[in-house]
């Protein structure tokens, strides 16, 4: 019964073995995750740069305008901005801790560590295997 229910059939083709490390889901679909944690690290840097740089724009334009409202305005968009990239800046690490929280199940602890490793640094050696392996495929 416990093996019937350790084992998920995917599309009716790719027999995945859930909480086996070499053969689970997340070893399976490494190349996936892999890709989104590019993404991730991706928007993690360029998303808060744009923010500021474009808050200090706006701020620049205010100055050069010499306009006190305009002044005002612009200062406190660019404090807005910059709450937003620093929000944007930890939502990955968000993630990680909700991540680690769910690959506590001793069940899936080891095929999950992949799916975590993957999204969380997706140059890591752990990742990059499992991932090479996925896109042979």
């Not at 010499?66 to 901005?81: G, P, V």
């Amino acid at each position: 019964m416990f093996d019937l229910l350790n084992k998920i059939t995917l599309l009716g083709e790719i027999d995945v073995n859930i909480g086996e490390a070499s053969e689970g889901f997340c070893s399976s679909s490494a190349n996936i995750w892999q890709t989104v944690g590019y993404i991730l690290m991706v928007f993690k840097i360029v998303i808060p740069i744009l923010l500021i740089i474009f808050g200090m724009i706006d701020l620049g334009k205010a100055v050069i305008a010499s306009k006190d409202d305009e002044i005002k305005k612009a200062t406190k968009s660019l404090l807005f901005r910059a709450i937003s990239a620093i929000i944007i800046f930890f939502i990955p690490t968000l993630v990680g801790v909700i991540m680690g929280i769910v690959g506590n199940f001793s069940s899936v602890r080891d095929d999950f560590n992949v799916c975590k490793v993957c999204i969380a640094d997706p140059t890591d050696d752990e990742c990059s295997g499992p991932a090479d392996d996925a896109w042979s495929r």
